[in-house]
């Protein structure tokens, strides 16, 4: 078992920048796949971004391609999201999830089974 533990949000003007941070904890950090999902007032939770065990493939969705990226230190147990060039829309709970599975990079919440408690991001216009 794992145990994820999000920090990094906070409020940002539109165009701004936030690094989110996840610290796990339990089992080898490097077993687990893992990724960022986010969700919104009134919406369901959504995949943001994804990275495999060893960091070397990573996956986003088309509405942050080429804004934020994803990175891990399996040496520090993190993974990290990387937000630039923020907007109104990217305002959310974003949440930090780990995976058993290998081989692929899943974007389905329901291939992950571990989940932190999440951090507020609100981008202003």
Known sequence: QVQLAESGGGLVQAGGS???SCAASGRTFSTYTMGWFRQAIGKEREFV???SRSGG????????KGRF????DNAK?????????LKPEDTAVY????????GTVPQ???M???????TQVTVSS
């Open 49 to 51: 971004a994804a990275t």
């Open 69 to 72: 990226t994803i990175s891990r």
């Open 77 to 85: 147990n993190t993974v990290s999201l990387q937000m630039n060039s």
């Open 95 to 102: 949440y930090c999830a780990a995976s058993t599975l290998w």
């Open 108 to 110: 389905m919440s329901q």
């Open 57 to 64: 493939s990573n996956s986003y969705a088309d509405s942050v």
């Open 18 to 20: 936030l690094r989110l």
């Open 112 to 118: 992950y089974a571990y989940w932190g408690q999440g």
